[in-house]
């Protein structure tokens, strides 16, 4: 089975701070894309950052960065220097090609 | 060049009409996906397409629910016969390709009254 778990579904750090959102998922499949996604109050879906499987080196944008664990199917969002606006709906997803399959969410608060 | 466009943003119908929502992907973009949101949870997969294809529809319900991509214009996903357990958000996201990151579209919210 294709699944992706999210298991903090609520979040808070303080303004100017790092946190670590985590994803764990699950597939069969060799050849994949991860992702991250941010949903804010708008709804909009707007990508953060990818990772692509055959990778090993973790994919870094800015004050976003990931920490792929390819053998233990993890995928964690690590965001430094939290900004008010980054507190939206943050959600993990792979692409095995046909599909992306996407976690529950993590609600992220920034607390300033 | 422009994002992925839907449209209606918002759409109310009655139980038993059709609901048609419209996807315009992003320029140069062939492959199409469309999502269901609802409240507090995240998104389910219902649909791919390329460009006149259904790739996997294995998301969509059997019946009442369809979806297509023409070779001119945008996709549509087509919803017969409402009912108020299809309210929802409803998401498109279009890539140029089979395993690159997709862009999503505002969405649309269907009330169903």
């Known amino acids: 089975a294709q699944t992706v778990t999210q298991s903090q579904p609520e979040m808070s750090v303080q303004e100017a701070e790092t946190v670590t959102l985590s994803c764990t998922y699950d597939?069969?499949?060799?050849?994949?894309?991860l992702f991250w996604y941010k949903q804010p109050p708008s709804r909009q879906m707007i990508l953060v950052i990818r990772?692509?499987?055959?990778?090993?080196q973790n994919a870094t944008e800015n004050r976003f960065s990931v920490n792929f664990q390819k053998a233990a199917k993890s995928f964690s969002l690590k965001i430094s220097d939290s900004q008010l606006g980054d507190a939206a709906m943050y959600f993990c997803?792979?692409?095995?090609?046909?599909?992306?399959?996407f976690g529950t969410g993590t609600s992220l608060t920034v607390i300033p | 060049n422009a994002g992925v466009m839907q449209n209606p943003r918002h759409l109310v119908r009655r139980r038993g009409q059709e609901a048609r929502l419209r996807c315009s992907p992003m320029?140069?973009?062939?492959?199409v996906y469309w999502y269901r949101q609802l409240p507090e949870e995240g998104l389910k997969f219902m649909v791919y397409?390329?460009?006149?294809?259904?790739?996997?529809e294995s998301g969509m319900p059997k019946e009442r629910f369809s979806a297509e991509f023409p070779k001119e214009g945008p996709s549509i996903l087509r919803i017969q016969q409402v009912v108020r357990g299809d309210s929802a958000a409803y998401f498109c996201?279009?890539?140029?390709?089979?395993?690159?990151?997709?862009?999503f579209g505002q969405g649309t919210r269907l009330t169903v009254v």
């Open positions: 996201a279009s890539s140029p390709h089979k395993y690159t990151e997709a862009f």
């Open positions: 597939t069969s499949e060799s050849d994949y894309y």
């Open positions: 990772q692509e499987a055959y990778k090993q």
């Open positions: 997803a792979y692409n095995t090609g046909n599909q992306f399959y």
């Open positions: 320029k140069g973009h062939s492959h």
């Open positions: 397409l390329q460009k006149e294809n259904i790739i996997d």
